[in-house]
């Protein structure tokens, strides 16, 4: 996977176009269907962003921020753009290309844990690990990002 990430500037713009690809490989994982898996993400980061709102009251504006940024685009066009590219990258698994590949050892390790475990568990669990290797573990609307990032 970090073959993958070898030419590419690390910054805010690229940890969060990672986080998606994670969450969403962990959502593939469960779901072949996108429709499915795209009303399943809905129900649990519907349950997830209430969890985080009773936790404390969040702030989502800097996160968001720093997300859209210097983008040329407006915000909207640009993660819809990058949405479309993300999704077809994660569901169309056989024109994947070299730099994705690293995805379907991703998938193969969420399925092991989802055949133990709950999606749900699963998602949450992962998406807490991935939040704090990427950096974004102190923030208190890491969900709420995501649900942001993704719809």
């Not at 500037?9 to 994982?29: A, F, N, P, V, W």
């Amino acid at each position: 996977m970090i073959a993958a990430f070898k030419n590419y500037e690390i910054d805010m713009e690229s940890i969060y176009t990672l986080l998606i690809y994670l969450q969403l490989g962990i959502i593939r994982s469960a779901f072949s269907d996108i429709t499915t898996a795209y009303e399943k993400f809905r129900i649990i980061a519907k349950s997830l962003v209430e969890q985080e709102t009773l936790e404390k009251e969040p702030d989502q504006s800097v996160l968001i921020n720093q997300f859209t940024e210097n983008q040329g685009q407006s915000s909207l066009e640009y993660n819809k753009d990058v949405l479309n590219e993300i999704l077809t990258d994660i569901w169309d698994r056989d024109n994947r290309t070299s730099e994705i590949k690293w995805m379907e050892q991703w998938e193969y390790h969420c399925r092991k844990l989802l055949d133990h475990l709950e999606f749900d568990y699963i998602f949450k669990f992962l998406s807490e690990l991935i939040f704090e290797h990427l950096g974004i573990s102190n923030e208190e609307n890491r969900f709420k990002l995501s649900v942001n990032l993704i719809e």
